[in-house]
C-alpha cells in the first residue's frame, strides 16, 4: 500500500501560485496512475487531474490551462502547479491513485486558500 503525504499549499490571493507536492512511499509508485483531488467546504472530493504512469494527462475542465500535473519517479513525487488561481479553488488539495483504491487510504491533504 502506498503511503501519501501532501504539501505545499497555503494563502494566496486570487491570480497567484502554488506548487503542491505529493510524496509516495513505496517501489511501486512509477507503475500507478497518481490524480490530485480537491473537497470544498461540505462537498464531496472532485478528481482534478490525473497523470498515467507513462505521463499522459488529464485535466477537469474546471482546472485546464491552469493547472499542470506531473510526475518525478525517481523521486517518488506527484506535482500539482496551480496558476491563476480563483476563490473557487479554495480546497483541501489531495493526492492518491487513479482510480481511488476503495481499500486504500487517503492523507491528511493540504490546504489551498484563495483571497478575492
Known amino acids: 500500500q502506498v503511503q501519501l503525504v501532501e504539501s505545499g499549499g497555503g494563502l494566496v490571493q486570487a491570480g497567484g501560485s502554488l506548487r503542491l507536492s505529493c510524496a509516495a512511499s513505496g517501489t511501486i509508485f512509477r507503475l500507478l496512475a497518481m490524480g490530485w483531488y480537491r473537497r470544498t467546504a461540505g462537498n464531496q472530493r472532485e478528481l482534478v487531474a490525473s497523470?498515467?504512469?507513462?505521463?499522459?494527462?488529464n485535466y477537469a475542465d474546471s482546472v485546464k490551462g491552469r493547472f499542470t500535473i506531473a510526475r518525478d519517479n525517481a523521486k517518488n513525487t506527484l506535482y500539482l502547479q496551480v496558476n491563476s488561481l480563483k476563490p473557487e479553488d479554495t480546497a483541501v488539495y489531495y493526492c492518491n491513485t487513479f482510480p481511488v483504491n476503495p481499500y486504500g487510504s487517503w492523507g491528511q491533504g493540504t490546504q489551498v486558500t484563495v483571497s478575492s
Open positions: 497523470i498515467t504512469s507513462g505521463g499522459s494527462t
